[in-house]
């Protein structure tokens, strides 16, 4: 409709070159001046390139004071480690719980580009009131903050300011990232052939830009504040946070937008309260008759219908007629919690299918989560000096960096196209429920990894010396292999829940669907630090400290490795009972030709 109109519009210029030159996409998109969005001159990859800058910077700005925050807290703020990871994975987990609130104000009111506009600017206050929290109070005396001297202690309003500036980080960037993912993905007409592949592909890269970008932050940003030179990191994480923001507003003449539908939460009611209230009432066989207004009735904010599903058929009966709502010829006088349309009734439907596949990625997010904190904790205790060069712990999360965006290559150019050879089709190979499940598969390879090389460290440490600090003559390169795996866990899960909850999402919850991705992460922040609670609970004893003690070498972290191992292996069997059980979404004249996916596959 919105392509049709538009060609109607510019049907007045010089000939069929001018019409071609003005079509307008054909999923509704709108331009800043809420116009058909004219394909030649919005969106593409001219704004997905300038998004994917900014997510890079956004990113190094952000790792530059994620990925040492558990050393800045023990050294700095005198934390034991057990209370530091714990409160990492609670910073970290409220960086995902506010993706919820961006996205949600983002479907529902702001649309997506001033949701971004706004968080990156409240991203930006926080970073900055981090730098200067860290300059004027927490770094005293002067030089303090390194492996060698510790920080004095601090008073209640400086421990406050500090943390008021993290979570107002946590705050700008957990309402920025779902929303700047499906921003990205809003430049591509998925109605569209050509551009429709463009999308699938802008999510890999995407997730790499976002790897590229805190590879500078594990690296050279790590080593100046593993050193004690906070202050220097932060404000580098300050700038490159503001050169994002001023990219992403350089950006507004080509964006592509799509209107925000109203608040969902009124919408599911209607349906629950609507099906509630007709449970007497009986189907019609198959799901036939059942009520969807015309094309022409549709709102603005409507742009594509929903097609009806088998199952959850109680929520049907809320799209059912009865003979009084037949007999009202006028549909404004229709109850919207009396009587709701099918799309608004498989708009619920979808969700709930959605919700088994995303409470099975929150174990994996586990197993993501201890990059941040105990692998860094354990590498601390490793022998971190080669050729007299010290190698900050922190920094050995870049070898995960590579290994995202080696795999990503290898994916796409290699085991993609072979999957699809092998099963003699033209659709692409594995489905994004398929990689979501070898990426759980590969990250209990990346946990029994990581507690062998713990075994084996215990086995070379000092553990007799009481009083020095807990190393180990085994290199903190033993850890390679872990940081690898868990990449490849990445590129196969995160890629793929991306994709999954982007495609499958309703038009008008897109953003929503890119927050269950994070909030997946955030809880597996949240349940990590419970795990690591309840575990120093039940292995703390008179003479033993539990298994994760401030001196790693008095513990036993290589059972807390393969503790996670067996966990996420039994939540690989739920996980294949749930991916067998779901439905895909069916929209109304969506896109779909020999390459595109399947019931659940989406082409990468």
Not at 43 to 60: P, R
Not at 371 to 387: D, H, I, N, P, Y
Not at 593 to 598: E, L, T
Request: proline share 3%; glycine share 8%.
């Amino acid at each position: 409709m919105a392509s049709m109109a538009c060609l109607n519009i510019f049907q007045k210029g010089r000939g069929k070159t001018r019409n071609e030159q003005e079509e307008c996409t054909f999923d509704g998109s709108v331009d800043r001046h809420g116009h058909p969005a004219v394909r030649a001159r919005t969106g593409n990859w001219v704004t997905a390139i300038l998004i994917l800058v900014n997510q890079g910077l956004a990113t190094l700005a952000f790792f530059g004071v994620g990925v040492n925050l558990v050393l800045f807290l023990t050294r700095v703020l005198g934390q034991d480690n057990a209370t530091a990871a714990n409160n990492v994975s609670k910073w970290t987990g409220t960086v995902y719980i506010f993706s919820l609130l961006g996205a949600f104000l983002s479907d529902s009111y702001w649309g997506r580009y001033k949701t971004c506009a706004i968080f990156q600017v409240i991203f930006v206050i926080g970073l900055v009131l981090l730098s200067l929290s860290s300059y004027i109070f927490l770094l005293k005396p002067n030089g303090c903050g390194d492996k060698e001297f510790p920080c004095g202690s601090h008073s209640t309003f400086e421990i406050s300011f500090f943390y008021l500036s993290i979570y107002l980080i946590a705050l700008g960037n957990g309402g920025y990232q779902p929303n700047i993912a499906t921003f990205g993905a809003d430049q591509f007409d998925e109605d569209n052939p050509k551009e429709s592949h463009s999308k699938v592909a802008f999510f890999s890269y995407f997730y790499l830009a976002l790897n590229l970008g805190s590879l500078f932050s594990n690296t050279i940003l790590g080593y100046f504040e593993d050193g004690g030179r906070w202050v220097l990191g932060f404000w580098a994480s300050s700038a490159s946070a503001i050169l994002a923001l001023i990219l992403f507003l350089f950006g507004i003449p080509r964006y592509r937008h799509f209107k925000p539908s109203g608040n969902p939460l009124s919408r599911f009611c209607r349906v629950v309260v609507a099906a509630t209230r007709k449970w007497k009432v009986e189907m019609p066989p198959e799901g036939e008759d059942l009520y969807e207004v015309d094309g022409d009735d549709c709102s603005g904010n409507c742009r594509r219908k929903m097609l009806h599903t088998q199952g959850f058929k109680f929520l049907d009966k809320a799209a059912v007629l009865t003979a009084k709502e037949r007999e009202q010829e006028d549909k404004e006088s229709r109850s919207p919690w009396r009587i709701c349309t099918v799309t608004q009734v498989e708009e619920v439907k979808c969700i709930l299918r959605l919700l088994p596949i995303w409470l099975c990625t929150i174990l994996y997010s586990v197993v993501f989560t201890q990059m941040a904190s105990l692998f860094v904790e354990q590498g601390a205790a490793m022998k971190t000096t080669l050729l007299g060069f010290h190698i900050p712990p922190a920094s050995m999360s870049s070898f995960d960096i590579v290994s995202v965006a080696a795999f990503i290559f290898i994916y796409r150019r290699v085991l993609d196209p072979l999957v699809a050879r092998l099963k003699g089709t033209k659709a692409r190979g594995l489905t994004e429920l398929q990689r979501m499940g070898i990426g759980l598969i590969i990250a209990i390879i990346a946990m029994v990894a990581a507690g062998i090389v713990e075994w084996f460290r215990l086995k070379y440490a000092k553990k007799d010396c009481r009083q020095c600090e807990s190393e180990s003559s085994l290199s903190i390169f033993w850890q390679i292999p872990q940081y690898v795996l868990i990449g490849a866990s990445e590129v196969f899960m995160y890629v793929g829940q991306l994709e999954f909850f982007n495609d499958q999402a309703p038009d008008g919850l897109k953003s929503f669907g890119s927050a269950l991705c994070m909030t997946s992460i955030s809880l597996g922040n949240y349940v990590s630090s419970l795990l690591v609670t309840i575990v120093m609970k039940f292995s703390t004893r008179d003479q033993m400290p539990g298994w994760i003690p401030s001196n790693l070498n008095k513990g036993h972290l290589d059972r807390f490795y393969f503790l996670l191992a067996a966990l996420t292996m039994a939540d690989f069997g739920v996980y294949i009972i749930c991916a067998k059980w779901y439905k895909s979404i069916k929209l109304e004249g969506k896109y779909e030709d020999s390459n595109s996916k399947g019931s659940d596959d989406v082409m990468v």
